[in-house]
């Protein structure tokens, strides 16, 4: 089981970013996926979540309105779309699916004049 992320960056307070994740050795189909984060000297936290079809997403009160969760089954990828950022969604932001013990590495987004 493999995911990679990717997207991450600098961007600017109220600036957007999108993020990628391309999942392997699993059946991504049938899977629901997460994406957390984990800030500087924090533990990980529970960003949002999608389930297998894509029909059902949620998110963590501190991003409701701001993120959006999506997938294309097609591409085995989960994306999360982020809004209007402040600086206290600086992190590193990980994908995930529930009942594997696999993480990625990770992409970094700074949120920074």
């Known amino acids: 089981v493999q995911f990679v992320e990717s997207g991450g960056g600098l961007v600017q307070p109220g600036g957007s970013v999108r993020l990628s994740c391309a999942a392997s050795?699993?059946?991504?189909?049938?899977?629901?996926m997460t994406w957390y984060r984990q800030a500087p000297g924090k533990g990980r936290e529970l960003v949002a979540t999608?389930?297998?079809?894509?029909?059902?997403?949620n998110y963590a009160e501190s991003v409701k309105g701001r993120f959006t969760i999506s997938r294309d089954n097609a591409k085995n990828t989960v994306y999360l779309q982020m809004n209007s950022l402040k600086p206290e969604d600086t992190a590193v932001y990980y994908c995930?699916?529930?009942?594997?013990?696999?993480w990625g590495q990770g992409t970094q987004v700074t949120v920074s004049s």
């Open positions: 050795g699993f059946t991504f189909r049938s899977a629901g």
């Open positions: 995930k699916a529930p009942g594997f013990n696999s």
């Open positions: 999608i389930s297998s079809a894509g029909s059902s997403t």
